[in-house]
């Protein structure tokens, strides 16, 4: 008997014990629950993965896919500019909303940038992408990536006079709606 009394002893301590460890657990859920919403209602998420506002890129040469040249001086102002990687879970969510942005960006697609990794999907992301921006593929740290100091994909940026970036973002929403000038 005395050992049926110890053994619910025990049971009895386990068991308050996991009582108190998920208590604690959903405190810390609704906790960060709360700061997820809060940060969701704060607005685009823009984090820094290329060369800050008000920048200029290094000096670049590369050729899009349809072999036209493409320098650091050729930009056409304003630009739309795109860093994909295909695989990139990320990149794939963001594609058609850059596609979307791109078609309506006035000028057209000589006001529309698009750099791809080179990677497995690459020819899927040519292929969304040839019709409303001039695209280059690169291997990792390629010209246009090293120019702009790329931190990782996907990445977004406007840029304005002489080649500036005036805004980047790691969303095409965080991006301002007008295309500066």
Same mark, same amino acid.
């Given at each position: 008997? $005395?050992y049926?009394?110890a &053994?619910?002893?025990?049971l009895?301590?386990? $068991?308050?014990?996991q009582?108190?460890?998920?208590?604690?657990?959903?405190?810390?859920?609704?906790e960060?629950s709360?700061r997820?919403?809060?940060?969701s209602? +704060? =607005? %685009?998420v823009s984090?820094d993965?290329?060369?800050p &506002?008000g920048s200029a890129p290094?000096?670049?040469t #590369?050729?899009?896919? +349809?072999?036209?040249l493409?320098? /650091?001086?050729?930009?056409?102002v %304003? #630009?739309?500019?795109g860093?994909?990687t295909p695989?990139?879970?990320p990149?794939t @969510?963001?594609? *058609?909303?850059f596609?979307?942005?791109a078609g309506a960006t006035p000028g057209?697609?000589?006001h529309?940038?698009?750099?791809?990794t080179d990677?497995?999907g690459?020819r899927e992301?040519v292929?969304?992408? /040839?019709?409303? !921006?001039?695209v280059?593929?690169?291997e990792?740290?390629?010209?246009?990536a090293?120019?702009? =100091?790329?931190?990782? #994909?996907p &990445?977004? @940026?406007?840029? =304005?006079?002489? /080649?500036?970036?005036?805004? $980047?973002a790691? #969303?095409? &929403?965080?991006l301002? /709606?007008?295309? *500066? !000038?």
């Amino acid at each position: 008997m $005395s050992y049926v009394v110890a &053994a619910l002893a025990v049971l009895a301590t386990f $068991s308050v014990f996991q009582v108190v460890l998920v208590a604690g657990l959903l405190r810390r859920v609704n906790e960060l629950s709360g700061r997820l919403t809060q940060l969701s209602q +704060d =607005g %685009p998420v823009s984090l820094d993965r290329m060369v800050p &506002a008000g920048s200029a890129p290094a000096q670049f040469t #590369t050729s899009t896919v +349809d072999q036209e040249l493409v320098t /650091s001086q050729t930009l056409t102002v %304003p #630009t739309l500019l795109g860093f994909f990687t295909p695989g990139c879970k990320p990149c794939t @969510a963001q594609l *058609p909303h850059f596609v979307e942005r791109a078609g309506a960006t006035p000028g057209g697609r000589a006001h529309v940038l698009a750099v791809i990794t080179d990677a497995p999907g690459t020819r899927e992301y040519v292929a969304r992408l /040839s019709p409303v !921006a001039q695209v280059v593929i690169e291997e990792p740290n390629g010209p246009v990536a090293t120019a702009f =100091g790329l931190k990782g #994909t996907p &990445a977004f @940026a406007l840029l =304005g006079e002489r /080649s500036t970036v005036t805004a $980047s973002a790691i #969303t095409v &929403a965080g991006l301002p /709606s007008a295309v *500066p !000038a």
